[in-house]
């Protein structure tokens, strides 16, 4: 058996004061010819990570329109999890050797997990490249539709890794991406779904906090809030460009030197590299004692993120390549304008010099950071439009309606 993640039950009513009454009904229409459908989604991590985040809420609502869903995950040990990082960053196009070592290190792991799959369902979901070849190993017996939901850019792929995993995801009756683009070259799906992740309004990261409990949190930390602080909420990853963040960060403070900055970001089950990437950043930092640099061993979970994209003055995401970037939508869910890097999915959300600024340097990142620290008004016109901006695009009942929509198109 692979495990099975535990999940706390959710309603879909609760979110029509959010969202609208018609949404909520157009819903549960697309659930009825639906109901009782077996769906299982599979992925590498129950904890860290965009994809974690959807589940918990995805998966619960399913169930609750009727759907009999599940979620669960493979195994894996740092080899595996060291294997699969490089086929993240192979895969998005970062130059790096694949051997056959590493291949068969992927190629076991699949092997194993796929004979660990047991039951009958109508939809099996497998997300992203780590148990990608759960279908070729297993083959399709116990599911009548299978689907391959990638999270990450695949358009412009190294082809060493490319090459390798085709194949496998060739396999797929069904792919699910981000953006059309991020489809990697010559694969063919019988079904294309183009379907941006979201963000759920209720989890403890987004519900509402008062400014005074997430000040409290904040405080906590050490930081002065009667001085504008920046925050960066992501792994620590080189794509993520903690870095670059700093080096922004350090111009600002040329013009402004009461600015503070927080780097927050989890250490993910599956993403060795990131204790790694946090020395070099701790390194970079340096002893500038304005610099925090936190992850969830200080005890940043869900409510202290949301309290930090609460009171912070500006909120950064200077990745360098992002598959879709929930961090900025959980930004922007709080009035908050963000400065993004141009790349991956920060443009669907981040709308240049509407919900925040798009760049692609340094400079930019520091210019534009300014600009917004300098002009609190207009920074928070811009704040409240992202909001809205999220409301109508980016929250979970359009995620639950776009999967209906795609179950009901394979049936
Ligand atoms: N996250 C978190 N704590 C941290 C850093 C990140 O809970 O210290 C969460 C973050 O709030 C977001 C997710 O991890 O919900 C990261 O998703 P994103 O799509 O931004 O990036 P990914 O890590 O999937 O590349």
Known sequence: MLTTVELQPKSLADYAPIVGDEIVEQIRALAEPLKGARVVHINATAFGGGVAEILYTLVPLMRDVGLEAEWQVIEGRDEFFNVTKACHNGLQGMDIPFTDEMRNTWQR???????RFEGEYDFVIIHDPQPAGLLHYHGRAGGKHWV??????????NPVYWDFFAPYISEYEAGIFTMEQYVGPG????????????????????????????????????????RPLLTQVSRYDPWKDPLGVIDAYRLVKREMPVVQLALLGSMASDDPEGWTYYDRTVRHAGEDFD????????????????AFQNVSDVVIQKSTREGFGLVVTEALWKGKPVVGGNVGGIPLQVLDGETGFLVDSVEACAEKTLYLLQHPDEAERMGARGREHVRQNFLSTRHLRDYLRLFASLS
């Open 291 to 306: 610099i925090y640099i936190l992850h969830n061993f200080h005890g940043v979970g869900n409510r202290e993120v949301n």
């Open 187 to 226: 694969v063919n799906f019988k079904h294309l779904a183009i379907i941006a992740p979201t963000i759920d309004p209720l989890s403890p990261k987004n519900v509402p906090q008062t400014l005074e409990e997430s000040r409290a949190i904040v405080r906590g930390y050490g930081i002065d809030l009667h």
């Open 148 to 157: 391959w939901r990638c999270h990450i850019d695949t358009s412009h792929p």
């Open 109 to 115: 792991y699949n092997e194993m997990n796929a004979a």
